[in-house]
Each structure stands twice: as structure tokens, then as C-alpha cells.
């Protein structure tokens, strides 16, 4: 599944109470399954910036994927992220 720009933002907009809503798949899974129908190869390098506290980056952990980096600036964050 290939998703232009203009589809992203859509998604990222979606709420639960959006018709496109995917019940029992958060949206850090939904990135995980974007990225592997794209990037099957485990070995990508990976940049997430505004990561946070790296929920998604822990998701590809999870799926199998390590070169990855998140960059964020919130101090909140930073000690989670550790």
C-alpha cells in the first residue's frame, strides 16, 4: 500500500470517530504495516523526527526493523525516550 502525501495527512487527521477508522489497530501499527508493504528490508535506515517518546520506533523494534533514530526536542519526552 503506496499513500501520496495528501493521503498521510488525511490519515493523520482520522480520529475513532472517523468512518476510516481502523477499530483494534492504532495508528503506530498502521505505520508499521505501511513501512513493511514499502520497505520489506529489515536493514533500511530509519529517521522519525518529532518522535516523542518513540512509540512507533519501538513498533518496528517490535516488527523486526534496527537502524532506526527518532529526534525530538521535548524535555518532557527526552527522559522516556532514554
Excluded at 56 to 64: E, R, T
Aim: glycine content about 8%; charged content about 30%.
Amino acid at each position: 500500500m503506496k499513500w501520496s502525501p495528501d493521503k498521510l495527512r488525511e490519515h493523520w487527521m482520522i480520529d475513532s470517530r472517523h468512518e476510516d477508522y481502523v477499530p483494534g489497530k492504532d495508528r503506530s501499527g498502521i505505520v508499521v504495516d505501511l513501512i513493511k508493504d514499502t520497505w520489506p528490508d529489515r536493514s533500511i535506515k530509519i529517521l522519525e523526527p518529532g518522535c516523542n517518546i518513540g512509540r512507533n520506533l519501538q513498533c518496528l523494534i517490535d516488527a523486526g526493523y534496527m537502524n532506526l533514530t527518532g529526534i525530538d526536542i521535548s524535555p518532557r519526552a527526552l527522559p522516556f525516550m532514554r
